[in-house]
């Protein structure tokens, strides 16, 4: 028997997930009266719990804090079969979401990313512009404190991020010494990391553990930003709520969520219009799992696009090894510099669209594994600690963000077997590597191992694609970049698309989806800035033409 929450009444809106997009939502939701409930899988953290000011940080984000829920297996996570993807899946299940252990590389997409099939003949056109997308992302880089530089010439013109950008440090003088040479671009990248002190946040403190809980609470974590302002309007958040189903009526409108707390019971939490922010593979299992007389293919997917056209950012890396002291433990990591020299199609290459180049850190005395295959005398024992005092310090990488074609054979199902520990059948990725990804990886890395020998490398070690399908592949793992984007595409076509460009279903008119999942490409930036500026477009639509809703009686 499902029980309705003792105390509940229907709420006007029911949220999903409370990472960026969810947050998002719920905030401007609130401040403009709206009733709102948000059910959240994970806890609240307690960002006294981050290891990065402790001299074990580097042991603990192996468990605790690694990207993949896999590895690290919290009660709030949900098991994710890769057995048959080429990219682990990189998540986090908390209040505030991945964005509690993202790199805060935020990022707007290019103009030409809204509009690849006009340009290149490959993908589908977003239903929108850059141009109709820009006032958002002026709106979101100004409520969460982006720092950067403004007046990058690879960028369209704009008002650029709010606060100073963080200092780019001796590696990025480095990296940006081998680009000057070669007379590529490159510039002081953005980061969702205050510069110096913005709305009781403090300043970056420059450990370069960004990527594993800020210490500081210098980074945008939507906890931080979004949630104190979206209670202290009334939202009411449910946190450990696992989601089993959205509930439809006969009319075929939502009308709530089934979900089980913490202590194993069923609940049931009615609302009007239901919104889903469950990222790229959460989405399409929750909307899949809600399989009905109505819609017995899995909940808004007449199309049979739910879970199709999965896009993971393939990423790929060059690390070069300097004589030069770099202090290159240090963050933010955070991009220092980034670089779009290679960003826009050139068909000569062999393959369409590119990618963006940015720096990272090094890491701490633990920060890059002995190269695989070497002789066990050459990686390990005294050998180890000749190779680490050699690179501590004095090494970056060159991560290369590839754009990724969205391909219908690339997707999100639900594992026949597998299930999570409340018995809700998990999701399956099911991902290869197209040729496209593979000619554009080989360019960028020979591109990039050249900028490293530029700059003066001793030596260099190129670390393409992954292709180890090992869900235990710990070090593979950390530095893959998981973004999960396209499973519920959106346009105008409802035999096209999943969800119309407002984020609303074709098929269920008081369902609407604000994440990733509904990306039509995935450019070659870090998504969550993109993810963010689509909900608060999305959100302040559905404001606005909230009298004309079709909602659940």
Known sequence: MVSVNKGSKVAEVLIVGA????????????????????????????????WGDKPEFELMIQKRWHPNPNVRDLESDYPVNTSESDVPILMYNAVGGTSI???????????????????????????????????????????????????????????????PALPIGRMGRKAAEGMNKLGWHWWPAPNSIASRSFEGRNPCALRGTCRNGCVEGAKATFDVTHLPAALKHGL????????????????????????????????????????????????????????????????????????????????????????????????????????????????????????????????????????????????????FHQNRDRIFGRSFEWGIMAEDLPEEANRVVLDPELADSDGIPAAKIIYDYSENTKRLSEFHLARAKEAMEAAGATSVTVRGLMTDRSEHNTGASLRATGHLMGTCKMGNDPRTSVVNQWGRSHDVPNLFVYDGSVFVTSAGFNPTGTICAVALRSVKHLIADRRNMKVAA
């Open 236 to 383: 009411r958040l449910v946190a450990g709520a696992r989601v089993r189903e959205i509930l439809v009526n006969d009319q075929g409108l939502a009308t709530g969520a089934v979900y089980i707390d913490r202590n194993g019971r069923e609940r049931r939490q009615l609302a009007r219009a239901v919104i889903v922010c469950c990222n790229g593979v959460g989405t399409p299992r929750l909307l899949l799992n809600s399989k009905s007389s109505l819609f017995p293919d899995g909940l808004a997917n007449s199309s049979g696009l739910v879970g199709r056209n999965l896009m993971l950012h393939p990423y790929s890396t060059v690390v070069g090894h300097f004589d030069d002291w770099l202090e290159s433990w240090l963050g933010p990591a955070g991009q220092p510099i980034q670089s779009m020299q290679f960003y826009e199609t050139d068909t000569s290459r062999g393959f369409v669209r590119g990618a963006k180049w940015h720096v990272l850190p090094g890491g701490g005395p633990l920060g890059g594994p002995p190269a695989p295959g070497r002789p066990f005398d050459e990686a390990w024992g005294p050998a």
């Open 19 to 50: 990472g960026p997009s969810g947050l998002v939502a719920a905030k401007h939701l609130t401040q403009s009266g709206f009733d709102v409930v948000c059910l959240e899988q994970g806890e609240r953290v307690d960002h006294g719990s981050y």
């Open 101 to 163: 252990v993202y790199g805060a590389h935020w990022q707007r997409f290019m103009p030409s990313d809204f509009r690849v099939q006009t340009l290149d003949g490959v993908a589908d056109d977003w239903p929108f512009t850059y141009e109709d997308l820009a006032p958002y992302y002026d709106e979101m880089e100004a409520e969460i404190g982006v720092s950067g530089l403004g007046g990058d010439p690879a960028l369209p013109a704009g008002k650029g991020p709010p606060l």
